[in-house]
Nanobody, 126 residues
Framework: QVQLVERGGGLVQAGGSLRLSCAAS????????IGWYRQVPGKQRELVAT??????????YYVDSVKGRFTISRDNAKDTVYLRMNSLKPNDTAVYYC?????????????????WGQGTQVTVSS
């Protein structure tokens, strides 16, 4: 079973940047599509971005609200996936999670491979 640990969140002003990391232990994630997700209290978790495995070409997908501002990447040697977030906005405030993604663009809480981690809080002040 893979365990995922998300790090890198924090408090930042609007327009600022953060880089989140998603580190795996227990088993390698290099052959999996990995997604970043976020959730605000009272709302459903939503998909932010996905990245395919290197074998599949590492294709990326972003939801429209983050396209051009966020960049997902992976370092297979470190079994880590990153989310670089630039030009942050207050409505990016959420707890951010990573998980194995069964689909590139479609998401529900059932369409991931592993248990959810603790996530990392991102707070963007106006």
């Amino acid at each position: 079973q893979v365990q995922l640990v998300e790090r890198g969140g924090g408090l930042v002003q609007a327009g600022g940047s953060l880089r989140l990391s998603c580190a795996a232990s227990g088993s390698s994630i290099s052959t999996y599509r990995i997604g970043w997700y976020r959730q605000v209290p009272g709302k459903q978790r939503e998909l932010v971005a996905t990245i395919g495995s290197r074998a599949s070409g590492g294709s990326t997908y972003y939801v429209d609200s983050v396209k051009g501002r966020f960049t997902i990447s992976r370092d297979n040697a470190k079994d880590t996936v990153y989310l670089r977030m630039n030009s942050l906005k207050p409505n990016d405030t959420a707890v951010y999670y990573c998980n194995g993604a069964k689909y590139q663009r479609y998401f529900s809480d059932f369409d991931v491979f592993w248990d959810w981690g603790q996530g990392t809080q991102v707070t963007v002040s106006s």
